[in-house]
C-alpha cells in the first residue's frame, strides 16, 4: 500500500468513527447514561481532529504530487542527478505511519475515557496547588505536638491498624492451611486428571471473584459489619482467607510442577507411596518457596485489608470512609487523615521490611561469616585459617 493511501484511509477511518461516535449520542442508551454521552462526544471530537490533521497532510502529500512524479520520471529515463554525499547516502528511516496512527488512536481513547470520567482540564490545572496545600496541612498534622484530640487520633488510627494487622494475618493462616493441599491436587504431576481439572476450575472460580465480592455478599451479611466487637474483622479475614486460597494454591501448584523430577523418579523406584513421594522428594524443594509465598500475601492481605475496612469489615479502613470515617466529615480533618496515612504508612512499611528480610533468609539461607582462630606449635609462627560459622 503506498502512503497516499495509508493517509486516504486514515482519514476515511476517522471520519467514519466520528459520525458513528456522533449518530450514537442520540441513541437511548447515552441519552440514559451522561458517562456514556460524554465518552461518546469525547470520541467524535477527537476523531473529527484526527481526519482533519490527516486531511491537511492528505492536501500537502497531494500538492507535491508533481514534483514526486517528475523526479521518478527523470531517474527513470537515466538522467544523472546530483552525486549524493555520504550523508545522504544512510539508510532511510523507515515510515512508521500505522504505528503512528496506532499512538494516536490510543490517545483519542484516552481522552474519550476522560470526558467519560467528567474530567476537565480546569480540574488537572488546579490539582497541584491543591495537592500542595492538602499535604501542608497532613504533615502539619503529624509534626505537631499532640494535644487531647491528637492523641485520641493517634490512639485510634494504632487501634484500626492492628486490627488490620490481624485481619491480614487471619486471613493468610486461613489461605496458607488450605493452599498447600489445593495446590498438591492443582499439579499436573502430582494429581491424576480426574482431580487436576476440577481443581483448577475451582481455584479459578475463586480468584475470578474479588475479595470485596466475597466481603459484601456474603461474610458481612453472615457475621456483621463494623469493628471487631461487632464481626466486621472477622467477616474481612474470612473474605482475604478464602480468595488468598486461589491465588496461593495457583502459585504453590506452579511451584510443584517445577520441581526437579530426579528425587521423584528415585523415590517411586524405592518403592515410596504418593504420599511419601510428597513429603520426601517434593516438600523440601518447594517449602522455602512456599513460605515466600504465604509471607508476601500477608504484605498484600494488609493493602487489602484496610479496603475491605472502607466497606465495613473493620480494620483502619473504617476511620476514613463515609459516612462516619473522617472522609464523611465536611470540611475534611486533613490533620487527622495525615495521622491515618501516616500510620497506615508506617507500619506496612515495617512488615514489609521484616517479611522481606524473613523470605530472604528462608529462600537464601543464613548469612555466614569468616572466624579466624590461631593454631601454634613450638616456637613456630602462628597461623591461621578461617571456618565458616553460620549466624
Request: charge should be positive; include cysteine; hydrophobic fraction near 50%.
Amino acid at each position: 500500500m503506498s502512503h497516499g493511501y495509508k493517509i486516504a484511509s486514515a482519514v476515511v477511518g476517522s471520519v467514519l468513527l466520528a459520525a458513528a461516535s456522533f449518530l450514537l449520542t442520540y441513541t437511548s442508551a447515552a441519552e440514559s447514561s451522561p458517562v456514556l454521552l460524554r465518552a461518546l462526544w469525547g470520541l467524535a471530537i477527537c476523531s473529527a481532529v484526527v481526519a482533519i490533521g490527516a486531511g491537511i497532510y492528505g492536501f500537502a502529500y497531494v500538492r507535491t504530487g508533481r514534483q514526486r512524479a517528475e523526479e521518478h520520471r527523470r531517474i527513470s529515463s537515466g538522467a544523472s542527478g546530483y552525486s549524493p554525499d555520504r550523508l545522504d547516502m544512510r539508510p532511510v528511516k523507515p515510515v512508521k505511519f500505522w504505528y503512528n496512527m496506532a499512538l494516536i488512536f490510543v490517545g483519542v481513547l484516552f481522552i474519550s475515557a476522560a470526558a467519560g470520567t467528567g474530567m476537565t482540564l480546569s480540574a488537572l490545572l488546579e490539582m497541584p496547588a491543591r495537592i500542595w496545600d492538602y499535604s501542608v496541612q497532613m504533615v502539619s498534622g503529624v509534626a505537631q505536638i499532640p494535644d487531647e484530640d491528637a492523641r485520641d487520633d493517634w490512639s485510634s488510627a494504632f487501634e484500626a491498624m492492628l486490627e488490620s494487622v490481624a485481619i491480614a494475618w487471619i486471613g493468610t493462616l486461613v489461605g496458607a492451611i488450605f493452599s498447600l493441599p489445593c495446590g498438591i491436587l492443582a499439579a499436573r504431576n502430582m494429581a491424576p486428571l480426574a482431580i487436576y481439572i476440577p481443581m483448577r476450575f475451582i481455584l479459578s472460580v475463586i480468584r475470578a471473584v474479588p475479595e470485596l465480592v466475597f466481603a459484601v455478599a456474603i461474610f458481612i451479611p453472615l457475621l456483621g459489619v463494623g469493628p471487631a466487637q461487632m464481626g466486621g474483622a472477622m467477616a474481612g479475614a474470612f473474605a482475604l482467607g478464602i480468595s488468598s486460597i486461589g491465588t496461593l494454591s495457583k502459585l504453590i501448584s506452579e511451584a510443584i510442577e517445577g520441581v526437579d523430577p530426579g528425587p521423584l523418579e528415585a523415590s517411586t523406584a524405592a518403592g515410596a507411596t504418593h504420599v511419601q513421594r510428597i513429603r520426601w522428594a517434593v516438600l523440601p524443594q518447594v517449602l522455602p518457596e512456599v513460605l515466600a509465598i504465604w509471607l508476601y500475601r500477608f504484605e498484600v492481605n494488609i493493602r487489602a485489608s484496610a479496603i475491605l475496612g472502607a466497606l465495613g469489615a473493620g480494620g483502619i479502613g473504617r476511620l476514613i470512609s463515609p459516612p462516619n470515617g473522617l472522609f464523611g466529615q465536611r470540611p475534611y480533618d486533613w490533620e487527622a487523615i495525615g495521622i491515618t496515612l501516616f500510620v497506615i504508612i508506617a507500619i506496612t512499611m515495617v512488615v514489609d521490611q521484616v517479611s522481606g528480610f524473613v523470605r530472604h533468609r528462608v529462600i537464601h539461607g543464613a548469612k555466614v561469616r569468616q572466624k579466624k582462630s590461631k593454631r601454634g606449635s613450638g616456637g613456630s609462627a602462628e597461623e591461621t585459617r578461617a571456618a565458616a560459622v553460620p549466624v
